[in-house]
């Protein structure tokens, strides 16, 4: 029996199991886009078995925490979040329990979970998702905790149903793993190496979204820019983003995430001809140290970064171009820190998601010596969000009084008498309007610029 046959032989058997029960289904997403979709997919298996979504915990008959291992914080968040469960489990014994995603396939950690959580049902990792109808129909029957993490990475499994959580904008995976190795990640470890998909399929996945109404695809991989050198035909991204710039009623098209180390000259001339792919780059650049870069095993110099920077630059002039930064990473001295500061400054990036090294365990760089002291690193980051927010705010203040095109994704968050945009550089706009527009591009004069977000009026 083949996979998509297993899948639909025990989606079938849960669908009887479900029917006319009325139960229901959560799911709690922690960690990066890839996460989010692993959810969606999750999602729509759950769909398929005969589950509806529950708003709450409270009301759910399984609930799925989909975890992330990239910072112990989110990983501290978890074990609280999974313990909080156990007054559910007593009021609910025929609540299944499942925890998946990047921190079971630590199997140290899958082991924590069933010891300090024997309530939990249900423990699996990242390479067999695509199995979760038959575990989730065994840890229903067993009556004991069933545990598959499996140590490798098969092949590709296409077809698995996903319950998109936008119907404007759309994430689609073009790859799985990473080859990369930077030595502060885990995500080799847990995601294993670089696997892409055929081209074939995720046009074809592409071209069903545009088809129900989806205007924007965001690509996904952990190095998009290394996609389709495993499947050695000789298609490369810069070929699948002209494809996908063909395909009738998608209106954008973004993608993350961009090695530096592989953003070719034929990419960005991708980039410069597809008319929908949109003018923003999340381009990674974690330290301005060459020596931290050595250390992080980047593969890249400040030196070759800025050239990158200039060159994008000059053939896409309005570029918005957001990155990650580390500090605090092993042996960093004040000297380091500074070079990053300088990097800062120079390049005037939109935005930064800022982190504090964190120690994973498994990675050489948790090994090394020289670890800094938290104060430090907190003192460090401190300065650090303070340069790029005084950056953001004067990039956004050259908004005001200007007139953009978003496209509105749905009700803001934080104001439900708002609503949420983007702008093809992926600035946030807020403005007043009603739900009908949502789904739609519209024109917006900017009134107030903010440090992260736009606000202004339709026009």
């Not at 398929?48 to 609930?63: C, F, K, N």
């Not at 609540?95 to 630590?106: F, K, P, R, S, T």
């Not at 847990?190 to 205007?215: Q, Y």
């Not at 005084?390 to 009084?401: A, C, T």
Request: proline residues 3%; hydrophobic residues 35%.
């Amino acid at each position: 029996m083949s996979v998509r046959e297993e899948q639909q032989n025990y989606t079938q058997i849960m669908r009887e199991y479900t029917e006319g029960k009325g139960l229901k289904y959560n799911i709690v997403t922690y960690g990066c886009q890839m996460n989010v979709h692993d959810s969606e997919k999750l999602a729509g298996m759950l769909l398929e078995m005969g589950y509806e979504e529950a708003q709450t915990l409270e009301e759910a008959d399984v609930i799925l925490f989909n975890t992330c291992c990239v910072r112990q914080n989110a990983e501290q968040r978890v074990y609280g979040n999974v313990g909080a469960l156990r007054s559910y489990k007593r009021a609910n014994p025929n609540l299944i329990i499942g925890v998946c995603g990047c921190m079971m396939q630590q199997k140290e950690v899958a082991g924590d979970i069933i010891k300090k959580f024997p309530f939990v049902d249900l423990v699996f990792g990242t390479h067999n998702l695509h199995h979760f109808p038959r575990l989730l129909y065994e840890a229903i029957n067993s009556g004991h905790t069933i545990v598959e993490v499996l140590d490798e990475e098969g092949r590709i499994v296409e077809g698995i149903p996903a319950r998109r959580t936008s119907k404007v904008s759309a994430y689609v995976t073009i790859m799985y793993g990473c080859n990369n190795f930077c030595t502060y990640c885990i995500v080799p470890y847990v995601r294993g190496r670089e696997r892409s998909r055929a081209s074939r399929d995720i046009l074809d996945e592409i071209r069903e979204l545009a088809d129900k109404g989806c205007k924007e695809v965001t690509l996904l991989g952990q190095n998009v820019n290394s996609y389709g050198k495993d499947l050695g035909n000789g298609y490369l991204f810069p070929d699948l983003l002209r494809d996908v710039n063909r395909i009738e009623n998608i209106e954008r098209i973004r993608f993350v995430t961009s090695h530096p180390k592989d953003l070719s000259p034929d990419l960005i001339d991708a980039m410069t001809e597809c008319e929908k792919v949109c003018e923003h780059i999340h381009l990674p650049l974690q330290a301005g140290s060459n020596e931290i870069l050595r250390k992080m095993n980047r593969q890249y110099t400040r030196e070759d970064y800025l050239k990158l920077v200039d060159r994008l630059r000059q053939r896409i002039p309005d570029i918005a171009i957001s990155t990650d930064l580390i500090v605090g990473f092993p042996g960093e001295t004040e000297e380091d820190f500074q070079d990053t500061l300088d990097m800062v400054e120079k390049i005037q990036y939109d935005s930064a998601f800022t982190f504090i090294y964190s120690p994973r365990r498994g990675t050489p760089a948790a090994r090394m010596q020289e670890q800094l002291d938290e104060d430090v690193k907190k003192e460090r980051l401190n300065r650090l969000i303070e340069l790029q927010n005084d950056i953001s705010k004067s990039k956004n203040q050259q908004y005001m009084g200007k007139v953009v095109e978003v496209l509105v994704e749905g009700i803001s968050k934080n104001n439900p008498k708002m609503l949420s945009s983007r702008t093809r550089t992926n600035k946030l706009v807020h403005f007043e309007g009603g739900s009908e527009i949502i789904g739609e591009f519209v024109k917006v004069k900017i009134t107030e610029p903010k440090a992260w977000t736009l606000e202004g009026y339709m026009i």
